[in-house]
């Protein structure tokens, strides 16, 4: 498998890519496989899962399927009240603000997400040998922020109010989600994944002093409870650019960089090749690139490519190609298409 | 006054503080003062302007006031037709998205800003001669994107499509858009402004390389437009990270940091002490912080105020004591009383 090769400082047999998002909104094969099913119900369904994880990888020649699911999935398995409202996002019916909502958190009992790993036993079977099945999770502060926000949020005033004014009680919150994190994971990769994928979607709000005290030691406690299970762990926020080195030092194999940071520079600053870790980069068009014609992403790519390629001579153990951010729902599949073809060629 | 002590280099009487956004929304005599009527209306009032204005430097004892104003008020003032709509933001009538309308695009009379310039003249008369008037402008790129996207934006794909794929409309836009902000800052500047913000608030979407080739030009202009005129110049965006070093590029006197990046750190990456231009820098609370306790508050302010003084010594002409976007609007004003009376005490 080209990807797993590239993040574990082997060489591919070509250049591995795919594309956070690829599975859903932008392709219309998905809005009739949902056929108007609330998007939750459908995380549950594991043929319909296999199918939407499916399509990208048919239609585009990906060489790694991600599991289609969601941010919320594993807190609605574990009981929690919440739904996914299309142009909303995730709501959850009670945010949690307090200490007796914080004794109550429900711990994840991995039968709660049979359906997914079903889901993954099925994509086992049915993914071509070289294409990697990637599992995913949100990172406890992610989950954190969506719990006591309610939902999506612009500047995360009351997490960061409850984070910085009772830290007691913010780590518990995210011990609890910590571990409902690491059970799903291992639910994903008991059934069969190729990697995971731990998206801290949000983090980048944080200033790097910040992230290393409320939120590095728990998911480190997510990367070392899965490091033994030997499989590639990515990890990855938008607008990380100043906490790319703590991200790294949780201890992930790749380290996702979004459009703002060139992997050169992203691989320097994490320390690879000078007694950091080593690790993959992973990354990083800008999705808007995609709306700018075939010319502009050749350029973009061309540039991406030579820029990973200084990335693993200055010592990153390799460089799986991607988006800097999740394809967005307007993007013309095609151009997707024509993306990844270009890539295997450059 | 102490503000322009800090941005020239000087030893300030106390040290300065000002807050983005310390105008409007959090305060409830803002809401009184304005009665219900629609902001842009508000924004071409001298006496409104001149009272809400005036209404956190009694309240809180500022060390600046900052002109209430709108990043789209010269826009509107030139004729184009856009509004400012609650809850949303500003939102155009015909987005700018084709040549025709490139072309089209109107100067803007110094005398449709009339009211604005009116404005600081009242403001003038009626500051203490202890308090700077910072004048405002949004930086071409942000006008630019809304303008293109038609209001506020998530992913700017329209905008960032317009720039890569059409450069040379992409720069004419831009090029209009400069005309404008300069005749707007030096209308004000005329009426007695004693120092500018230049506001490029999304500017942190881009990649340097990317800002470098389509922004920076033009918000170079401004500033050397403006450079002859004897007050500071200050420079912000938020999530500037990356751009720190090529926003100081374009010129300004002080440079606007956000919460993400220490003040040392920031005043290292513009070079400061070091060959490049010796700015003073502005921030960094984070303004989620004022909602989270004395406590913490303090803890932050004194943290912040020991790395401006880090700066300061790496070569920094001085520090700004600011937050590091604006404030939020469940902020409680007393919070912000409390936070500048221990700024003046630290």
Redesign the interface.
């Known amino acids: 498998m080209p990807l797993i090769a590239a993040a574990t400082g082997q060489v591919p047999s070509r250049r591995p890519v795919w594309f956070m998002r690829q599975a859903g909104r932008s392709l219309p094969e998905y809005h009739e496989a949902r056929a108007g099913r609330g998007m939750l119900e459908c995380c549950f369904d594991p043929e319909l899962v296999c199918e939407i994880t499916m399509q990208p990888v048919r239609r585009h020649d990906m060489d790694a399927a991600i599991l289609y699911s969601d941010i919320v999935v594993p807190l609605r398995a574990a009981g929690i009240d919440l739904d996914i409202v299309p142009g909303t996002g995730p709501v959850i019916a009670d945010p949690i603000r307090t200490a007796e909502q914080v004794a109550a958190m429900p711990r994840l009992d991995p039968a709660s997400v049979g359906a997914i790993a079903s889901a993954v036993g099925l994509l086992v079977d049915e993914l071509p040998a070289a294409k990697a099945l990637i599992g995913f999770a949100g990172a406890p502060f992610t989950l954190a922020s969506y719990l006591i926000e309610g939902g999506p949020s612009r500047?995360?005033?009351?997490t960061?109010?409850i984070m910085?004014?009772e830290p007691e009680l913010w780590h518990r919150l995210m011990g609890s989600l910590t571990d409902i994190t690491i059970t799903f994971l291992k639910a994903q990769i008991e059934a069969g994944v190729d990697a995971v994928q731990l998206f801290d979607s949000w983090a980048?709000a944080?200033?790097?002093?910040t992230y290393e005290t409320y939120v590095a030691p728990h998911s480190s406690r997510v990367m070392a409870e899965i490091a033994g299970c030997g499989i590639p762990r990515i990890h990855f926020g938008v607008?990380t650019?100043?906490l790319l080195a703590a991200m790294t030092r949780v201890g992930p194999d790749v380290i996702g960089v979004d459009?703002?940071?060139?992997l050169d520079v992203a691989a320097q600053r994490v320390g690879c090749g000078a007694g950091g870790r080593d690790v993959a980069v992973q990354g990083n068009l800008?999705?808007?690139?995609l709306?700018?014609?075939d010319a502009?992403i050749e350029r973009e790519l061309t540039r991406i490519i030579r820029e990973g390629e200084r990335a693993v001579d200055a010592g990153a153990r390799g460089h799986i190609l991607n988006l800097g951010h999740g394809v967005?729902p307007?993007t013309d599949p095609d151009a997707i298409t024509r993306a990844v073809e270009l890539i295997h060629t450059l």
Chains 1, 2 share one sequence.
Do not use: C, I
Request: proline share 7%.
């Open positions: 500047n995360y005033e009351r960061k109010t910085l004014a980048g944080l200033s790097e002093a607008g650019g100043e459009w703002r940071v060139p800008d999705p808007t690139v709306f700018a014609g502009v967005l307007n």
